[in-house]
C-alpha cells in the first residue's frame, strides 16, 4: 500500500515544486509586462485585475520621450562596442595562453581571475576623477573602456576552457600547411570555438547591458544608459509605474530575445567548455 502511494506523492511534489519554481522566476517578468499594458486605476486596482483592457499609452509616451530614446542609443552603443572589444581581445589573450607556452601560465590566469573577484565598483571613483580632471568625463569612450576592461577579465577566463578543448595538433598541422599565426587563428581555431565565442559574447553584453552602479557614477545627461535613465521616472511628485514597467519591459526583452534565439549555441558553448 505504501508503494502504490509513494509514487503519486513523488510526482505531486516534483510538479508542485516545477511550479513554484515557475510563478518564482516567471512572476515579476509577467507582472511587469503586464503593469506596461494597464491605465494606473486598472495598475493599483485591489484586489489586482487579472483581466483589463491593455494599452499602449505607456509605450506611446516612453518612445516619445527623447530622454530614453537616447539611453537607449547610449546602451546599443556602450554595451555593443565593449563586448565586440572585450571578446575580440580574450579570445587572442587565451589562444595566446593556451597555445604559445607562456612561463608562469598559472600566475597570469590567477592575475586575470584576481581582478574579476575585485568589485567593479572600486575602480568608479579614481575613474571618476580622473576623467574629470582630464575633461573627458560624460563621454561614450570612457563608457566603452570601462565595460571593456570590466568584462575582460571573466571572457579571457571562459574562452580559455574552450581553446583547452581544441587539440594542439590541428593548430600544428594548419601551420606547417603555410597558415601564418593569425590566419590559422582567425580561419582554423576560432570557427572551432564559435560556440564558446557566442555564449561568451551573450554573457558579457548581459553584463554591460544591465550594469547599473558604474553608469550611474560615470555617465551624465548625454550618456545615460536605459539602467540609469530608468530613475527618471522617480520623481518628487511621484512614480510613473506605468512608464517605468514599460521602460523596464524594453530593457528586458532584447536580451530576452536574443537568448532565446542562439540558446542552442549558447548550451552547446557552455557545456563544451565544462567538459575535460
Not at 91 to 105: D, E, H, N, S, T
Request: net charge positive; with cysteine.
Amino acid at each position: 500500500m505504501t508503494e502504490s502511494w509513494s509514487k503519486p506523492l513523488r510526482t505531486v511534489f516534483f510538479y508542485s515544486g516545477i511550479a513554484v519554481l515557475l510563478i518564482f522566476f516567471l512572476g515579476p517578468p509577467l507582472w511587469l509586462v503586464s503593469t506596461s499594458i494597464k491605465l494606473p486605476k486598472d495598475a493599483f486596482a485591489l484586489p489586482p485585475k487579472l483581466i483589463f483592457t491593455p494599452t499602449l499609452e505607456n509605450y506611446q509616451a516612453l518612445l516619445g520621450n527623447d530622454q530614453f530614446l537616447r539611453a537607449l542609443f547610449n546602451s546599443i552603443v556602450i554595451a555593443g562596442t565593449s563586448t565586440v572589444i572585450s571578446v575580440g581581445m580574450a579570445a587572442l589573450a587565451a589562444y595566446a595562453l593556451v597555445f604559445f607556452g607562456l612561463p608562469r601560465k598559472k600566475g597570469i590566469i590567477t592575475f586575470f581571475l584576481s581582478l574579476r573577484v575585485a568589485p567593479a565598483i572600486i575602480f568608479a571613483l579614481p575613474v571618476f576623477y580622473l576623467t574629470v580632471n582630464i575633461g573627458i568625463r560624460d563621454s561614450h569612450l570612457i563608457m566603452i573602456t570601462v565595460y571593456t576592461v570590466m568584462n575582460l577579465p571573466i571572457a579571457i577566463l571562459l574562452l580559455l576552457t574552450f581553446f583547452e578543448d581544441v587539440p594542439g595538433e590541428i593548430r600544428e598541422a594548419a601551420l606547417i600547411d603555410g597558415c601564418s599565426e593569425w590566419l590559422c587563428f582567425r580561419k582554423v581555431m576560432a570557427p572551432l570555438v564559435s560556440g564558446g565565442l557566442t555564449a561568451t559574447m551573450i554573457l558579457v553584453l548581459l553584463f554591460s547591458w544591465n550594469e547599473f552602479l558604474l553608469a550611474l557614477v560615470l555617465t551624465g545627461q548625454n550618456t545615460q544608459t536605459l539602467p540609469v535613465a530608468i530613475t527618471n521616472f522617480l520623481t518628487f511628485q511621484g512614480t510613473d509605474w506605468g512608464a517605468m514597467s514599460a521602460a523596464g519591459t524594453i530593457i528586458m526583452t532584447p536580451m530576452l530575445i536574443l537568448g532565446i534565439a542562439v540558446q542552442r549555441y549558447l548550451v552547446r558553448g557552455m557545456t563544451l567548455g565544462g567538459i575535460k
